[in-house]
Nanobody, 124 residues
Framework: QVQLVESGGDSVQTGGSLRLSCVAS????????MGWFRQAPGSEREGVAG???????LYADSVKGRFTISRDNAENTLSLQMNSLKPEDTAMYYC??????????????????WGQGTEVTVSS
């Protein structure tokens, strides 16, 4: 059974930093591309960042230069370093794993498995 468990969400002030983590189990981690998505109240889920099996990365324009995605295949973990946080980054953040890319790493159709989410709140 595949499990993705996120952690690291918190409440911070504008300009602050957070590091989200996701631990994957029940799959051959290195065979999957991984991504972070977020969903704010009343909004659709959006792709934030994705990382391929080879380590190639893709970021949404809204987070480029502020967020960094990384993976550790030895530990089956995915991370998202978030700097210079803004109130508009407030959302539930989800980790996702996929085998086949449909479009880009930022498309939810590219992912088969999802975590339960970790909440990020950025106050002004």
């Amino acid at each position: 059974q595949v499990q993705l468990v996120e952690s690291g969400g918190d409440s911070v002030q504008t300009g602050g930093s957070l590091r989200l983590s996701c631990v994957a189990s029940g799959l051959t981690y290195s065979d999957y591309h991984m991504g972070w998505f977020r969903q704010a109240p009343g909004s659709e889920r959006e792709g934030v960042a994705g990382i391929g099996r080879s380590g190639v990365t893709l970021y949404a324009d809204s987070v480029k230069g502020r967020f960094t995605i990384s993976r550790d295949n030895a530990e089956n973990t995915l991370s998202l370093q978030m700097n210079s946080l803004k109130p508009e980054d407030t959302a539930m953040y989800y980790c996702a794993a996929g085998r086949t890319v449909w479009g880009t790493f930022l498309d939810s159709d590219s992912y088969n498995y999802w975590g339960q989410g970790t909440e990020v709140t950025v106050s002004s």
